[in-house]
């Protein structure tokens, strides 16, 4: 087995039940929310296949929504995040770092550019999944304020997991 098969195993291993017996309970002001288990989609290769990610996008969003109770909410967004990663990776790192096959992180892409890639793809997967909770726009302020809340929350949070891994040069 690879060593990034058993990374991207471990991180489903521990970020999907964290997600169901922590994070879920966490909610701050009754709007913020921390989503961390879409690390695991973040910090995917960006070498692995669409169908790859999507698989292991929607495995985990399904994982999530079988300890929280939500049906299908979390699949749908993980799916679309997964289908989403290498585009947006795109448009802050350029098509030659495909070759390198690393993960997306600060010592990869750079302070700046993970920063906004990271922010990017949160903000997708929170206004989704909001947006599928509610099913309609009919209060709209309540869906930004979670929307932007939650975005800020998990984005700290992610954040300071991946500053953990990261080692300077």
Same mark, same amino acid.
């Given at each position: 087995? #690879?060593?990034?098969?058993?990374?991207?195993?471990?991180?489903?291993?521990?970020?999907?039940?964290?997600?169901?017996?922590? &994070?879920?309970?966490?909610?701050?002001?009754?709007?913020?929310?921390?989503?961390?288990?879409?690390?695991?989609?973040? #910090?995917?290769?960006?070498?692995?296949?669409?169908?790859?990610?999507? +698989?292991?996008?929607?495995?985990?969003?399904?994982?999530?929504?079988?300890?929280?109770?939500?049906?299908?909410?979390?699949?749908?967004?993980?799916?679309?995040?997964? &289908?989403? %990663?290498?585009? !947006?990776?795109?448009?802050?790192? #350029?098509?030659?770092?495909?070759?390198?096959?690393? %993960?997306?992180?600060?010592?990869?892409?750079?302070?700046?550019?993970?920063?906004?890639?990271?922010? +990017?793809? !949160?903000?997708?997967?929170?206004?989704?999944?909001?947006?599928?909770?509610?099913?309609?726009? &009919?209060?709209?302020?309540?869906?930004?304020? %979670?929307?932007?809340?939650?975005?800020?929350?998990? &984005?700290?949070?992610?954040?300071?997991?991946?500053?953990?891994?990261?080692? %300077?040069?």
């Amino acid at each position: 087995m #690879s060593k990034t098969a058993i990374i991207l195993t471990a991180l489903f291993l521990v970020l999907v039940p964290a997600q169901a017996v922590i &994070f879920n309970n966490l909610v701050l002001f009754n709007v913020a929310l921390p989503l961390v288990f879409i690390y695991l989609i973040i #910090s995917l290769p960006v070498t692995l296949s669409t169908n790859w990610s999507i +698989t292991i996008g929607f495995a985990a969003g399904l994982a999530v929504d079988i300890f929280s109770d939500t049906p299908g909410m979390n699949a749908l967004a993980c799916t679309t995040l997964a &289908f989403l %990663r290498k585009p !947006v990776y795109h448009l802050y790192m #350029s098509y030659d770092d495909d070759l390198l096959g690393l %993960r997306p992180g600060i010592s990869t892409m750079g302070w700046a550019a993970y920063f906004k890639y990271m922010l +990017t793809m !949160v903000f997708i997967y929170c206004l989704m999944v909001f947006s599928i909770e509610a099913f309609q726009f &009919f209060n709209i302020k309540l869906l930004l304020e %979670r929307t932007i809340f939650s975005t800020i929350f998990t &984005f700290i949070i992610i954040y300071a997991i991946d500053s953990l891994s990261f080692k %300077r040069s």
